[in-house]
């Protein structure tokens, strides 16, 4: 890894990218800090809360064990400083040069960061951010070329694009671009989904689950309930049980309702890829190798392939790059009670004719407005 000795990356709690990805921006640290003023913003269940600031403290963990500073502020550090404070008064202790962040989804968090570079006289880097499969630039040629964008054209441009479950001529695997009518099957009453894995709680969970409770207990739901991933390998385990289990009855029951089985044959890495615990490249290369060694139906596979590469996908960047959100909120505390914490349900079917919705930031990673874009 080479570093810049002047550099100092940003890392937000929803870019808890794989190390190799940040060891690409070379920083000499990296700054991390937990803002009581962003988990107060809204009511987000306290789920949600655990999930990104015991992620957070384990990413930390993570980086500082392969080598890299980390300057970090907890909650308990600066309970009442927001994070651009914070920021502003270590970079003022400082003798950085530079200032880098991966792309963040949310325009007034870029300016605020520009703001502080020139207030500090630092040249800032924006790196691409490896939450999306689609880039900005990408983005921008295909409204360009479309007057009404729809996620059926959308998804086609896509697959043929990123060359994803295409034939040598062009066409579509299997001889469709959806397999959206072969999903939509009943429960059977004698049909048992796999219970989604256990995830044991790590130390810093252990230490966030008090500390939400006894913070924010203005927040829906019971963080002692927590049973999210939190690190990296917990995750990637999480992929592969699904891979293993779900994954080939996913398309058959993608659309299924049950009241003793709310998560069905579903990923739920929505959460994971929000934060960016799972990156949308490496969910995709999972599923897709996993389809070469064994035999995949098509329709669970291109079901799959379409949440990630469509639905989520079509929701990568700020204002104009998002979808509608259609469905409800839950706020359960178990898997037992909803499908995840503080979740909004979103389902859009590729033969849709509803339009892109307008300049939001809904539905994006833990978007702007709170909500979790839970396509999987």
């Known amino acids: 890894m080479t570093e810049n ?5 940003v890392l937000f709690g929803n870019q808890l990218f794989p190390n190799a990805l940040i060891d690409e921006t070379e920083p000499h640290a990296v700054f991390m800090a937990e803002s009581e003023a962003i988990c107060r913003r809204y009511a987000a ?5 655990v999930l990104v600031l015991s992620a957070m403290r384990s990413k930390a963990d993570s ?6 500073q980390v300057v970090y502020d907890t909650l308990e550090s600066a309970p009442s400083k927001s994070f651009f404070s914070i920021l502003d008064a270590h970079l003022e202790q400082s003798d950085y040069t530079e200032l880098a962040h991966f792309e963040p989804e949310s325009p007034p968090i870029a300016a605020k960061l520009q703001t502080l570079a020139s207030k500090h006289d630092l040249r800032l880097h924006t790196h691409p951010s490896p939450m999306f499969l689609t ?3 990408d983005f921008a040629q295909y409204r360009a070329s479309h007057k009404r964008l729809f996620m059926a054209d959308f998804y086609r441009a896509q697959r043929k694009r990123m060359d994803l479950l295409m034939e040598p001529d062009g066409t579509p695997v299997g001889g469709k671009w959806s397999y959206d009518e072969d999903n939509r099957k009943k429960l059977p009453k004698g049909l048992v989904p796999p219970p989604l894995p256990q995830t044991e709680w790590t130390t810093h969970t252990a230490d966030v689950v008090s500390l939400v409770d006894a913070r924010f207990p203005e927040h829906p739901g019971k963080a002692t309930a927590f049973w999210l991933p939190t690190t990296e390998a917990q995750a990637e385990r999480a992929l592969q049980a699904f ?3 779900r994954l080939s009855l996913f398309g058959d029951y993608e659309d299924a309702l049950s009241s003793k089985h709310p998560y069905v044959f579903h990923s739920v890495l929505s959460p994971l890829m929000n934060i960016g615990l799972l990156t949308p490249q490496r969910v995709l290369h999972a599923a897709l190798e996993r389809a070469e060694a064994s035999k995949v139906p098509i329709n669970s596979l291109e079901g799959f392939v379409r949440q990630v590469a469509g639905c989520v996908s079509s929701c990568a960047a700020s204002g104009t790059r998002s979808l509608p959100i259609i469905g409800r909120k839950t706020t359960g ?3 037992q009670s909803s499908p995840t914490a503080g979740t909004t349900r979103r389902r859009e079917s590729p033969r849709s004719t509803t339009p892109f919705a307008g300049p939001t930031s809904a539905g994006m990673a833990i978007t702007s407005n709170g909500s979790w874009c839970s396509a999987t």
């Not at 000795?5 to 990356?9: G, S, V």
């Open 5 to 9: 000795k002047q550099r100092l990356l």
């Open 135 to 137: 880039s900005r630039e």
């Open 63 to 68: 980086l500082r064990e392969s080598g890299h």
């Open 243 to 245: 891979l293993d289990e």
């Open 45 to 49: 269940h306290r789920h949600k809360l």
């Open 333 to 335: 505390d178990t898997p």
